[in-house]
């Protein structure tokens, strides 16, 4: 089916630890965004890439950097993990204007 | 000030009932205007979704936006245990980045 696969589903980090969260999209959409989400917080957005080569900080970029490696595919990197960063992580791709978004599945991650 | 305001919850009726979602906005350029749901686990699927102003019913959901107040509702009828879920409100200016309310939880008994 298409749509958007997020690797892996879960993980438990050491505060410190580095990793990186993959996510690739099949639908050939030009944009792929980064979303954590907590608690009484929704969701709120880390990263953006309008399109291949480029790349854009949302609300909470702090702690994260992303690399757009070709349209299919959008990771996101965590250097050095905090406790903070604990959350569900979602990976978006929007088609056209009224489509909404296809998300991933989530990455649920732990930093102890 | 957050852009998007929507009551957590939780909710939680009868079956059958008439379920009313809401949410409320700062941003007068939101034009573009999503409900998702997103189940236990999961991550959040479109449910319905509304330009500009008006109403939009899809079987059981009704999408209501009132520009003029800033506040956006769904309506769910003849409310079903499998509609017991997260429900998101999105909005965007542009119809790329949007903007979720932290979603409110319902679940309807049976």
């Known amino acids: 089916n298409a749509g958007v696969t997020q690797t892996p589903k879960f993980q438990v980090l050491k505060t410190g630890q580095s990793m990186t969260l993959q996510c690739a999209q099949d639908?050939?959409?030009?944009?792929m965004y980064w979303y954590r989400q907590d608690p009484g917080m929704g969701l709120r957005l880390i990263y953006y890439?309008?399109?291949?080569?480029?790349?854009d900080k949302g609300e909470v970029p702090n702690g994260y950097n992303v690399s757009r490696l070709n349209k299919r595919e959008f990771s996101l990197r965590l250097e050095s993990a905090a406790p903070s960063q604990t959350s569900v992580y979602f990976c978006?791709?929007?088609?056209?204007?009224?489509?909404?978004?296809?998300f991933g599945s989530g990455t649920r991650l732990t930093v102890v | 000030q957050k852009e998007v305001e929507q009551d957590p919850g939780p909710l939680s009726v009868p079956e059958g009932a008439i379920v009313s979602l809401n949410c409320t906005y700062s941003n007068s350029a939101f034009q573009y205007f999503m409900w998702y749901r997103q189940y236990s686990r999961k991550g959040p699927e479109l449910l319905m979704y509304t330009y500009s102003s008006g109403n939009k019913e899809d079987g059981r959901f009704t999408a209501q936006v009132d520009k003029s107040s800033k506040y956006i509702s769904l309506f769910i009828r003849d409310s079903q245990p499998s509609d017991s879920a997260t429900y998101l409100c999105a909005m965007s200016r542009t119809g790329n980045q949007f903007y979720f309310g932290t979603g409110t939880s319902l679940t309807v008994i049976p």
């Open positions: 890439s309008a399109s291949e080569g480029t790349t």
């Open positions: 978006a791709s929007p088609g056209q204007p009224g489509n909404g978004y296809t």
């Open positions: 639908m050939n959409h030009n944009s």
